[in-house]
């Protein structure tokens, strides 16, 4: 059997294996031989941390936070530090004020943004549950596969309260609501070593208003039969992985490849430095020699993309070409004999729309202008996480995230403007028009285990090759990231 491209990170893979095209190649391994022996060995002794409790939900020391040193308050001001922490920063701050510090970087992240949103929750605590009597009926709840829709009377007697989720983490349009209690609780369990989905959260309809006729994604039923061996073809992967470093530690995605069997990987969010690329380089064995790796130089360990294939490509640019844009590693252009891939990480507006105006403005149709300028040659195929949910189908609480980065009325537009009407089709849309199918699941409230996430991550191409598109998919049960995969198989 060939070898297997193994990113060094440990994945929620759902058992059931989709079907593959036997007959290709299979993926190489990207973790250290050494480690890989290690991993082999122990794998049965290992020890996985499981998400059934709530983060955050360890009794603290009293006395511990009376002697705290962290300004709760300027976290409050600006969680993205949070998640701009060191692992030994975030295991400082955690001993500090008497949590458990153990874990991966976004556990840790997890348990502090707890931490830190539960200081308001006990302040308000006699507040929250007398509004909580109160609160009025929602439409379109969660709707779990086996059961029916919940009543608004079930609705307002539920335990459980809910926040609403988006990819900026202060949002100011966030409120307290009630939400069901017959929700998905148990999310992870262990089994041979590899945390696997105990459930399937995904297929259900999660969204707080939906329309007629939408149903949830299940690649299960809603993949086509894969193409034959004699049908010449492409399938390029996408993931924005939150951080390519703390994935490698432990993350095995040997299922992932085998079952997937990708031509070409692209990463965005890999927020490496070009200092750690030639070790990473050095780990890739038999079948994907071919990477190019982009970095932040502007801000160190932010950003980044990447993309790796066991396709050599004709040529290989950085960037869009415009210095402004070009210094947080966020493009990465491959040419190959019938289409280019761009792999882009879109900025995201940030806290209080700090960069709405750069997005809108100057980033969007300098991307928009180079993509045309590269459709003259031949058609383009754009992936990555694009940082913007197009429509109301592509998040599940519009209402509530109209003034949230990445759903602004701005963003959309932009959207819209710079892409859709200069002739690039929206793959997954077009494939399946009425399906909620989310990419994004925001730690910090659970989303993933409710389902209650935004489609932030894309495949466009040129309309000229929209009709050779055999698979526009998203991989909802591979976890290690906020982040999931997405897949395109394309006929040549």
């Avoid at 996985?48 to 360890?58: I, K, M, R, Y």
């Avoid at 790796?293 to 070409?321: F, H």
Wanted: proline share 4%; charged share 25%.
């Amino acid at each position: 059997m060939k070898s297997v491209l193994q990113l060094g990170f440990r994945s929620f893979l759902h058992p059931s294996s989709l079907a593959v095209n036997q007959s290709r190649l299979r993926v190489a391994t990207l973790i250290p031989n050494m480690q890989r022996n290690v991993m082999a060995s122990n794998q049965s002794s290992i020890t996985l941390s499981t998400q059934n409790s709530e983060p955050g939900g360890t009794r603290r020391d009293t006395s511990l936070e009376n002697d705290c040193k962290v300004d709760i308050q300027s976290f409050k001001d600006d969680p993205s530090r949070i998640e701009a922490m060191t692992v030994q920063e975030l295991r400082m701050t955690l001993r500090s004020v008497g949590l458990l510090a153990k874990g991966r970087k976004h556990e840790l992240v997890t348990a502090l943004q707890c931490f830190v949103e539960n200081k308001t929750v006990e302040d308000h605590r006699a507040q929250q549950t007398e509004r909580s009597s109160n609160v009025s009926p929602l439409e379109g709840e969660i709707v779990k596969a086996e059961t029916k829709i919940l009543t608004p009377k079930k609705r307002q007697s539920a335990e459980s309260n809910e926040v609403s989720s988006g990819p900026t983490s202060s949002n100011p349009s966030r409120r307290k609501r009630k939400g069901s209690s017959e929700v998905v609780s148990n999310i992870v369990k262990q089994e041979d070593g590899v945390e696997v989905m105990q459930n399937e959260p995904w297929t259900i309809l999660a969204h707080k208003k939906p329309q007629k006729g939408w149903i949830p994604y299940n690649p299960k039923i809603m993949r086509p039969t894969p193409l034959s061996k004699d049908t010449k073809s492409v399938k390029i992967l996408s993931w924005n992985v939150n951080g390519l470093r703390a994935l490698l530690k432990g993350f095995s995605a040997v299922e992932l490849a085998e079952r997937e069997d990708f031509d070409i990987l692209c990463l965005q969010e890999t927020k490496l430095q070009e200092k750690d690329i030639l070790d990473i380089k050095k780990s890739l064995v038999d079948g994907y020699h071919y990477t190019y790796w982009t970095c932040s130089v502007s801000k160190l360990g932010y950003s980044g993309t990447a993309i790796i294939s066991r396709i050599q490509p004709i040529s290989v640019r950085y960037g869009v070409g415009i210095s402004e844009h070009d210094g947080e590693g966020r493009v990465v252009t491959v040419e190959f004999d019938s289409f280019f891939l761009l792999n882009v990480y879109v900025p995201n507006s940030g806290d209080g729309l700090k960069r709405l105006s750069y997005r809108i403005a100057q980033w969007d149709p300098s991307l928009s202008n180079y993509m045309k300028e590269l459709e003259k040659l031949k058609p383009v195929i754009l992936t990555g996480d694009l940082n913007c949910a197009h429509q109301e189908i592509d998040i599940y609480n519009p209402a509530g995230n109209r003034k949230s980065a990445g759903f602004t009325n701005e963003e959309r537009q932009s959207f819209a403007t710079n892409f859709l009407e200069k002739g690039f089709v929206d793959t997954f849309r077009q494939k399946h028009p009425d399906i909620i199918g989310y990419t994004y699941w925001g730690y910090r409230h659970g989303g993933r285990k409710t389902n209650k996430g935004w489609r932030l991550d894309y495949f466009l191409v040129s309309e000229t090759m929209a009709e050779k598109v055999h698979d526009s998919y998203i991989l909802p049960d591979v976890g290690g990231s906020d982040h999931c995969p997405i897949g395109l198989v394309l006929k040549l």
